[in-house]
């Protein structure tokens, strides 16, 4: 493919597939290990992305217009912790003229979500209140399609369509052409009743049933959730009294051997869904104080950060609501840092926005204050970046610093909460463990199957009954226009 087209590829996609093999590892992932189809997709992606200057797309090259209308944007999280790409499609029209402008922004977002995160999958909502014929624009959706299956590998993980019009209905069969099986069951059809069995109400908006009082706005740029928790550096409630570093290591030191397993385990984590029985087990094992402190460490280029993904608080029931980041600076210059929430209403930062002074290293103190417990779709945001030697670290300064800083020299790194539950499990659970008695036998789950198939059979038959009858009023509906109009035509015809 190179000898034969490397003139319709960009050089640096060339390049990044050749240094990046997770990027090739989601290509195969998509097209089932099948070489051959996986080189026809980086093949077609490749000279997509050529021909839409995808690497080159930016604020700038965009019409201000399409960020201000706020049809595409990301915001929050589904309930497996993967981020949202909103579709409003009451804001989107036909227009043959801007299609290409609108199809850039789709482009713009996936690549821009592609590169911050590293090619995380996300979850694409497509909010249908409020629309009608006139927002049909086939050509538009089948060109999001294939965004998701052709271009961008291993990137969609579902796609939660809201409140369907009826009229839509033929439209949306066509797009099930094009989607493929795989695509296909990731489609999941929802209403106000059923829609937060994949997003929590906190994501969702008013009108969707969710008490999210997010309102888009451009500028700046929506590009996350992060926000600055509130009291930055400032007084922390009596519950909140950060503990001294001392009790942390005492802790520490306790848990030493424990923590090393606990360590070895999270190493081989990818994401919270592939953690095993056992790991949960031994995770149980541990007081969530002793877990404060992991031994896993991000290396970046300025900063060092202690735990490298997850920060562990303790359920309701535990009670432990504190958790230490540790951040050694591995520079030779002062390193101003920020710590932003995307729950900045649920969480003290202590401090959230300060520096760090070379081959030093500092403790951050995050807590839950109130009545709040922890989330799996919380997540933390620490940005860093070098200053001169010359510049001052008061606040004043600080502020000053992150306002001049370009973006390019901003070293980000996120964490995601997780959640550490009781560890003392009930006593019907240690009978049940200790008889080695399964929660439900294969008789019972063939059972439950055979009842769904056979609700699933009823509601199919009567949806056949509702299209038979809708049929057969249309035909009566048109014989009933036609006898009308020979009737009209008789009548007329008799007086002439």
């Not at 959730?225 to 509130?230: E, G, K, N, R, S």
């Not at 953690?275 to 007081?287: A, L, M, N, P, R």
């Not at 399964?438 to 009823?458: C, G």
Request: proline fraction near 4%.
């Amino acid at each position: 493919y190179l000898l034969d087209k490397s003139d319709k590829y960009d050089s640096r996609d060339v390049e990044r597939l050749q240094q990046d093999d997770k990027w090739v590892e989601n290509y195969l992932i998509w097209r089932h290990d099948v070489v051959d189809d996986t080189l026809k997709m980086i093949d077609e992606s490749f000279q997509w992305r050529k021909e839409y200057t995808v690497n080159d797309l930016s604020e700038s090259v965009l019409p201000k217009w399409l960020f201000e209308i706020g049809a595409l944007f990301l915001h929050g999280y589904d309930k497996e912790g993967y981020k949202l790409f909103w579709f409003k499609v009451k804001h989107h029209t036909r227009d043959p003229k801007q299609q290409l402008d609108k199809k850039k922004l789709v482009a713009f977002w996936l690549e821009h979500y592609a590169k911050r995160d590293h090619g995380k999958p996300l979850t694409v909502v497509f909010d249908m209140a409020e629309t009608g014929i006139s927002h049909i624009d086939l050509d538009f959706v089948r060109f999001i399609v294939n965004c998701f299956t052709d271009y961008y590998p291993n990137f969609l993980t579902k796609i939660v369509i809201f409140e369907m019009p009826w009229i839509m209905n033929a439209a949306f069969k066509i797009v099930k052409g094009w989607l493929g099986p795989d695509a296909i069951s990731m489609l999941k059809f929802t209403n106000k009743n059923d829609v937060q069995e994949y997003i929590s109400g906190e994501y969702l908006p008013p009108h969707m049933g969710g008490t999210d009082s997010f309102k888009y706005s451009y500028p700046p740029l929506v590009d996350d959730d992060f926000q600055t928790p509130l009291c930055e550096n400032g007084p922390i409630t009596n519950e909140d009294e950060h503990e001294s570093k001392e009790e942390i290591d005492a802790d520490t030191k306790e848990s030493g051997e424990v923590n090393e397993v606990q360590n070895l385990n999270q190493k081989k984590m990818n994401s919270i869904e592939h953690i095993s029985k056992s790991e949960e087990t031994d995770k149980t094992e541990v007081k969530p104080k002793n877990t404060k402190k992991a031994l896993t460490t991000f290396k970046g280029p300025l900063l060092h950060i202690s735990p490298a993904e997850e920060l562990y608080f303790g359920s309701k029931e535990t009670g432990e609501k504190k958790c230490l980041i540790v951040l050694t600076n591995v520079t030779k210059n002062v390193v101003a840092f920020k710590v932003r929430t995307t729950a900045p209403e649920k969480y003290r930062v202590k401090p959230s926005n300060s520096s760090c002074e070379p081959g030093t290293s500092l403790d951050i103190i995050v807590s839950l204050h109130g009545g709040f417990a922890a989330s799996l779709q919380d997540r933390f945001l620490i940005m860093a970046a070098e200053m001169d030697q010359s510049s001052g670290a008061g606040v004043p300064e600080l502020t000053q610093f992150w306002k001049d800083v370009p973006r390019t020299k901003v070293m980000e790194h996120r964490l995601r909460c997780h959640v550490i539950e009781s560890s003392k499990p009930s006593s019907l659970t240690l009978k049940d463990n200790a008889f080695n008695i399964p929660a439900k036998t294969n008789e019972d789950l063939h059972m439950q199957l055979t009842s769904l198939l056979q609700i699933n059979k009823r509601l199919e038959e009567q949806m056949h009954r509702c299209l038979w009858f809708q049929q057969l009023s249309v035909v009566l509906s048109l014989l009933s226009v036609t006898v009308a109009a020979f009737c009209f035509y008789l009548a007329y015809a008799q007086r002439s």
